[in-house]
């Protein structure tokens, strides 16, 4: 039997994401799976499993590298099972700002994708959920108070554990499929999450009140796997690239503006946000940056955790010497 010219075949892309079907990270999704389908002449097409039918990212990073997945929009948590360099971008209140993230984000990110690349993923674009919040089933103002309450942690990440041990918090191991039965049953009484994620899931419901701090931006990225980007024929690469990268942008704009409506929106339907006073929030920065010598080369490695502070003082030092500053 002749071979089948490369330029002929069509390749499926199956992709898995956390965010559930309908919501804004699905539905960009499926418009960018239009535009390969378009963008290659049906050469290449996207099949979408959203909402947790493949697993958590731990397990789509696995069945991506079986190959019974080959694409995936993952969270810092699951890009961290492939290279940990990604958690630089999203240590606990390094970050005052969307701007100052980005800065940091553009500037590292051709060191990130040739790590990444060299493990077997191509990063197609970064993306974001928004700033992470303490959601709780009693109010905290101050670490002290979130001591007292059971921390949801990912399960699998034993340094992060370890780490919130050593801080002196109570951090409850488990799978991301579990959160909202693990809320319900009490097995633990709060965690931290994107505003966009406690809408969709209801987590609110179960840990009605929001201490209003940025604590971090959930930091994420649509990654393929090298060998089934490589089964794309070179000349359609660009057009596709271009086009995750389209969405990826889209991703970013669209759940950053939504983050006054989601809170709006938990308020009418019970959400207690406990505001910080400038005391009470500086306690948090403090304990956070305590943290730092702990997380650098333990949790993130040395030299991503360096450069992201580099790149962070470089950004606050051309914004303080601007015009009118």
């Excluded at 892309?13 to 049906?42: D, F």
């Excluded at 240590?91 to 969307?98: F, G, I, L, N, T």
């Excluded at 939504?258 to 946000?273: D, F, H, T, W, Y």
Aim: proline letters at 5%; hydrophobic letters at 45%.
């Amino acid at each position: 039997m002749a071979a089948v010219p490369a330029s002929a075949q069509k390749v499926v892309v199956k992709m898995a994401t956390l965010a559930p079907k309908g919501s804004a990270w699905h539905l960009i999704l499926q418009e960018m799976g239009e535009r390969w389908k378009e963008a290659s002449g049906g050469k290449v097409s996207l099949i979408l499993y959203p909402g947790m039918v493949a697993g958590d990212d731990a397990d789509v990073v696995r069945k991506m590298r079986l190959g019974t997945l080959n694409a995936a929009l993952l969270t810092s948590v699951g890009l961290a099972n492939v290279d940990r360099s990604i958690l630089a971008l999203q240590v606990p209140m390094m970050y005052d700002s969307y701007e100052e993230l980005d800065y940091v984000l553009d500037r590292m990110s051709p060191k990130l994708r040739s790590e990444y690349e060299k493990k077997g993923f191509v990063v197609l674009n970064w993306a974001d959920g928004g700033w992470v919040h303490f959601f709780t089933q009693s109010p905290v103002h101050t670490p002290e108070d979130m001591k007292a309450l059971k921390l949801f942690s990912w399960a699998g990440d034993n340094e992060a554990i370890e780490l919130w041990k050593a801080a002196g918090f109570n951090p409850i191991p488990l799978p991301s499929t579990e959160i909202s039965t693990a809320l319900k049953t009490g097995l633990v009484s709060s965690l931290s999450t994107t505003l966009q994620a406690a809408v969709i899931f209801q987590w609110y419901d179960a840990a009605p009140n929001m201490t209003d701090l940025k604590w971090a931006a959930l930091l994420g990225a649509s990654v393929i796997s090298k060998s089934t980007w490589n089964k794309i024929p070179e000349t359609l690469r660009p057009a596709l690239l271009a086009a995750a990268q389209e969405a990826g942008r889209k991703m970013r704009k669209t759940i950053r503006a939504s983050g006054p409506g989601e809170i709006q929106a938990m308020k009418k339907r019970g959400l207690n946000v406990v505001h910080l006073d400038t005391a009470e929030a500086a306690v948090w920065r403090k304990a956070a940056e305590e943290l730092y010598p702990r997380i650098r080369d333990r949790i993130v490695p040395a030299r991503a955790f360096d450069d992201a502070l580099n790149y962070r003082k470089a950004y606050r030092k051309e914004i303080s010497a601007a015009p009118g500053k």
